[in-house]
């Protein structure tokens, strides 16, 4: 099930280690973790629309992440490697819709995560629109990734299913 289908569109990350400090007393990767490796993929991906620490500097702008989903599919453990692929859902002109895989390097899947991304002026700091250059690129890459199917696992909501 690795997403082998779509690696030309699909932006992949640096390949990534599950650390020793990272887990916990069950004995696998403690749940605030993958959301730091889901993060570290976004660090990778954040040249390519022109974000970064020299964007910051330039310009007094960033962004804040305003929501995140996880899921959790399976478990990893010290020493695994794993990498994420990203893709771009949606996009306006203060605000971004990114839904990422967390993989193992043997081919399954691990975790799901889902998140929208604010663009923020940090003299208010405030919710502002992008540059057009960084517009362009996600323009750009949003024009790939809506060929993809919509993931089963992104707008899900949380909640206890009952029965009728």
Not at 28 to 35: E, G, K, R, V
Not at 86 to 92: A, E, M, S, Y
Not at 100 to 112: C, I, N, P, R, V
Request: proline share 6%; glycine share 8%; aromatic share 12%.
């Amino acid at each position: 099930m690795a997403p082998a289908s779509h690696p030309d569109i699909l932006f992949r990350s640096a390949p990534m280690a599950v650390r020793p400090e990272w887990i916990d007393y069950n004995g696998h990767l403690n749940m605030a973790y993958y959301s730091v490796l889901m993060d570290h993929s976004v660090d990778d991906l954040y040249p390519q629309f022109g974000f970064g620490l020299d964007y910051l500097k330039t310009t007094g702008c960033t962004t804040y992440v305003a929501e995140f989903h996880i899921c959790y599919v399976r478990e990893l453990h010290e020493g695994d490697q794993v990498y994420a692929t990203v893709q771009l859902l949606d996009f306006d002109e203060k605000r971004f819709h990114l839904y990422q895989e967390l993989w193992h390097s043997d081919g399954w899947l691990a975790a799901t995560g889902e998140g929208l991304t604010l663009h923020v002026d940090q003299s208010g700091p405030r919710v502002a629109p992008m540059p057009e250059t960084i517009l362009t690129n996600l323009r750009q890459m949003h024009a790939a990734h809506r060929t993809l199917p919509w993931p089963e696992r992104a707008g899900r909501r949380i909640g206890i299913a009952r029965k009728g």
